[in-house]
T-cell receptor, first 116, second 113 residues
Framework: DVKVTQSSRYLVKRTGEKVFLECVQD?????MFWYRQDPGLGLRLIYF???????EKGDIPEGYSVSREKKERFSLILESASTNQTSMYLC???????????????FGPGTRLTVL | AQSVSQHNHHVILSEAASLELGCNYS??????LFWYVQYPGQHLQLLLK????DPLVKGIKGFEAEFIKSKFSFNLRKPSVQWSDTAEYFC???????????WGAGTKLIIKP
């Protein structure tokens, strides 16, 4: 079974803090994704990575950065957290370099971040 | 802009009722289509997918979906729902050759026992 784990299920931070969300997958997948999930908006892609040290902006990258130093780990960084970044953050991975558009994405359990 | 539309945000049914959840997309090219489900407190997981071939796709737990290209639709169906089908259902589409999945807003399905 593919396993995607996220470092925290719940996180509470203060405005202006730097926040790190970690995601680890154990299936040697090339591609990893960070989404935020908000009621009525579905999932929106923040960033994705198709290889170590490679990243691409998604639809809503502003206020976020990412890091992928190892294949299995993909980190989302909120440089200076703001209240409008309160959300559920989902990490996903998929296999198949160059053919990822055909592949199922596997999701972690999510991190519910509250910024006060 | 490319988009995915799910017709109902909330659906309430009684057990044994038939289910159909609508999904329409706005891409003009060749697409891959997905339905994901999120049970309360659980991960998002794949219900079924369509890449090519038979437009009627069968998934897990008795779900199926039909791709109708002329209508840009990929509706999810189940002939008889159970209380355990209570969940949120998401339709997602990607343009073949593109990494990005575009997601519908989701439909919350509540099954009354």
């Amino acid at each position: 079974d593919v396993k995607v784990t996220q470092s925290s299920r719940y996180l509470v931070k203060r405005t202006g803090e730097k926040v790190f969300l970690e995601c680890v997958q154990d299936m040697d997948h090339e591609n990893m994704f960070w989404y935020r999930q908000d009621p009525g908006l579905g999932l929106r892609l923040i960033y994705f990575s198709y290889d170590v040290k490679m990243k691409e902006k998604g639809d809503i990258p502003e206020g976020y950065s990412v890091s992928r130093e190892k294949k299995e780990r993909f980190s989302l960084i909120l440089e200076s957290a703001s209240t409008n970044q309160t959300s559920m953050y989902l990490c996903a991975s998929s296999g198949g370099q160059g053919t990822f558009s055909y592949n199922e994405q596997f999701f972690g359990p999510g991190t519910r971040l509250t910024v006060l | 802009a490319q988009s995915v539309s799910q017709h109902n945000h909330h659906v309430i049914l009684s057990e044994a009722a038939s289910l159909e959840l609508g999904c329409n997309y706005s891409y003009g090219g060749t697409v891959n289509l997905f339905w994901y489900v999120q049970y309360p407190g659980q991960h998002l997981q794949l219900l079924l997918k369509y890449f090519s071939g038979d437009p009627l796709v069968k998934g897990i737990k008795g779900f199926e979906a039909e791709f109708i290209k002329s209508k840009f639709s990929f509706n999810l169906r189940k002939p008889s729902v159970q209380w355990s089908d209570t969940a949120e259902y998401f339709c997602a589409v990607n343009l073949r050759g593109n990494y990005q999945l575009i997601w519908g807003a989701g439909t919350k399905l509540i099954i009354k026992p």
